[in-house]
């Protein structure tokens, strides 16, 4: 069978399973669409929200974008992965305690102020929206490449599906569609790597054949040598040595841990499991599923940059594999004969390199590179298509329960009735799958530039906010809100200044201490809680019911009665 | 709970977290970006230390530091729910509908 025929199998058979849970969880309460009624055991809780967190980018680019960045590309590792122990050891078990639906209902009760809330709202609504468009954006890549139905369509299928099980079964449905996701996409990511670490290092181990030697086929010697090799001989960076200064790294890997342990989309997930030590067991389980796929990461970029320096460099053009012609027409990869010798030149030095490979196609092409299978070249988008549909949905119910729960019920409206609050829920998140859906057709020019800085204003906003409210008792309303405002709006405007208003200036020279704008998250956190601890000396205590708020989140035992 | 107990509970609490980020920030920051050019002069296998480090040894060590931490939060729940008779009868509440 062809791949595309495989393609249609995996995809059609994957869409049908989201579809039957969805109808199988139908969500009838309030509780149950935006917790799934606290009732997910811990395994399964960790399994979505690994799903829920790697996203389209996590799954198709992170591995290409490392493969070109060597070891640069370790902030994305450590940074999205050591965000989750800030998350389990600062967040998710007093939050879990808590006992609440949305972050804006933490904020806006531990800060006793319906300002506080707004802003939450504000916050988790903005982070939410730049993110989800990425996501859509993704599927109908995925759709158009491999499917070869029309971007626009893909986009809409894509939108369909979420529709089906976010509306009808809210976060239960979510949830129990994010696990199956979970299974595809990990399975769509292991296989190939397997294969790859099998063919070029005899060791079906991704993370050992890394640090293995090559078979003799593939030239003998240790991998990372061989590469550090190739990228020295055509004048590429060394692959294990750093370009960008520690400083920048150290900022960037920061910003992306705050900004993981600052999402809300993240941080709702452990209110749905029953009690502290199953959120305390959750947060375990969901690192070690997070982990199979980033350590993995970093083996599968070796693997497709070695193997595409050796398939491509120094050969004749009429003679390249068919991967690269199917690609060529997608234009993610392209060859201009500069020296008209009719072989492809594939060097660091940008005169007289002749061969433009997109980061992308390190891990969609990555099989058939390697000559696999056809079925294992066809579970790559299964795979891409699970990770952009399950954070999607994650996203799009913070969506919701921010317009629903924290604005209508808790905000304008608080009469409404838990029938009507469902409704509203449901209108939500239909609007937002509408305008998600529309950003993925008619993407901005710098949507895809601007998901990465949703984490910078996560990190800035959400994370020493709710930090301080938990292991800071006295922090009171004045302090959090200036905070979160200061942290927000300098992120907000670094970010802005550098990638759309002056771009030319976006260089280590023109950069604040020299932290890029990727970075610039860290030092917002570092503002917000300034500020915060500077407002608080200045303004009075909080109530004394919120201190014993507090207090009671910091004991041991179960969760507190939802109010 | 008694009012000194809680306090105690929590100062273990504090300890248990501060111990383990400071590992967390140890392997990180430290060893994978601050002293990663060092460690690359030593060499496991195929890896250099330093780029082992920053790219998986530390992905291994954050999961290692959430199951330590299960497993002392654990313990110091279990120290203090035998001194206080409301602990353990909260376990049902949640299952309880929403108001």
Redesign the interface.
Known sequence: MSVQIWTFVFVILSFSLYIGIAIWSRAS???EFYVAG??VPPLANGMATAADWMSAASFISMAGL?SFLG?D??FY??GW??G???L???LA?YLRKF?KFTVPDFIGDRYYSQYARMIAVFCAIVISFVYVCGQMQGAGIVFSRFLEVDLTIGVLIGMTIVFFYAVMGGMKGITYTQVAQYCVLIFAFMVPAIFISLLMTDNPIP?LG????LTEEFGGG????RLDGLSTELGFAVY???QKT?QD??FI??AL?FGTAGLPHVIIRFFTV??V?DA??S??FA??FI?IL??TA?AVAAFARTNLIDTVHNIEYSEVPEWFTTWETTNLIAFTDKNNDGRIQYVGDPQRNELEVNRDIMVLANPEIAGLPNWVVALVAAGGLAAALSTAAGLLLVISTSVSHDFLKRGLMPGIS?QQELLFARIAIFVAVLIAGYYGINPPAYVAQVVAFAFGLAAASFFPAIVLGIFNKRMNKEGAIAGMICGFVFTAGYIIFFKLINPEADNADGWLLGISPEGIGTLGTLINLLVALTVKRFTDDPPSEVQTLV?TI?????????? | MPENSAHSYWKGNLKIVLSLLSVWFFISFVCGILLVDFLDTFRIGGFKLGFWIAQQGSIFVFVVLIYVYIKLMDNLDAKYSDSTSEGSQNDAHHKGGVE
């Open positions: 309460s309030t509780n606290g009732g490392i070891r590309g370790t590792l450590m992965t050591g989750y122990v800030l389990a050891l600062l078990p006992g993370q890394f640090g293995s030697q240790y991998l990372l040598d294990t040595e750093g520690t790294v150290f890997t920061a841990m029953p009690n030590r305390r067991r947060a375990g690192l070690v982990a980033y350590t970093p838990e207090e910091r004991l041991p035992g179960e969760a507190m009665e939802h109010h």
